[in-house]
């Protein structure tokens, strides 16, 4: 019972311009999220998170968009760097993971 | 602090053997999580503990996985017989609140 999906397994976009990362849940008692990113051969680390009493949550180029009526949340990166190339987990609750999306930023 | 240390990195072993996964949280952080992470399902939460007692253990996929917090600093996650599909790699989480820290994962391989 996936709780939380994430229906983009990857991503590509262009070194500067904007990457959109989609999260869905099901469960509307979830009331806080958090996006994690993780490189190979590492653990996942905390990025950003947003509690249900906010829509939107900013820091630095990075902000997470919550859609509490659709169950549904973004992450935002602007602009894209090459660093930030890596696989990006939505969690609610900080327990229940999405699938992940693999994000490719090209030169 | 040195973070969530879990042990070993790398653990390859045959069909039917038991393996043992090892996880040191964060000192002071009051919960610890256990996940596992594949290709199809990402990071499945499997078992977690709050001030060393299991709270929600439905992640565990089958009698053949248990999960011990003898105390605050380790935990251990067993596998017993191991199985091919059991290959994943393991992660274990520590939490003082909302923040979580994860280690840097157990890559199991069952041949």
């Known amino acids: 019972d996936q709780q939380v999906k994430q229906n983009s397994p990857s991503l590509s976009v262009q070194e500067g311009r904007i990457s959109i990362l989609n999260c869905d849940y099901t469960?509307?008692?979830?009331?806080?999220f958090l996006w994690y990113k993780k490189y190979p051969a590492e653990g996942p680390t905390f990025l950003i998170s947003?509690?249900?009493?906010?829509d939107k949550n900013e820091d630095g180029r990075f902000t997470v968009f919550l859609n509490k009526s659709a169950k549904h949340l973004s992450l935002h990166i602007v602009p894209s760097q090459p660093g930030d190339s890596a696989v990006y987990f939505c969690a609610a609750m900080g327990m229940r993971f999405g699938a992940g999306t693999r994000l490719t930023v090209k030169p | 602090d040195a973070g969530v240390i879990q042990s070993p990195r790398h653990e390859v072993t045959e069909m039917g053997q038991e393996v043992t996964l090892r996880c040191k949280p964060i000192s002071g952080h009051n919960s610890l999580f256990w996940y596992r992470q594949t290709m199809m399902r990402g990071l499945e939460l499997l078992i977690y503990f709050n001030n060393n007692v299991p709270i929600d253990d439905s992640g565990m996929p089958e009698d053949r996985f248990s999960a011990k917090m003898p105390n605050a600093s380790f935990s251990t996650l067993k596998i017993q017989p191991s199985e091919p599909r059991d290959s994943a790699v393991y992660f274990c989480a520590s939490s003082q609140g909302n923040g979580y820290t994860f280690g840097s994962g157990t890559r199991l391989t069952v041949v």
């Open positions: 469960n509307s008692m979830f009331d806080y």
């Open positions: 947003i509690s249900s009493i906010k």
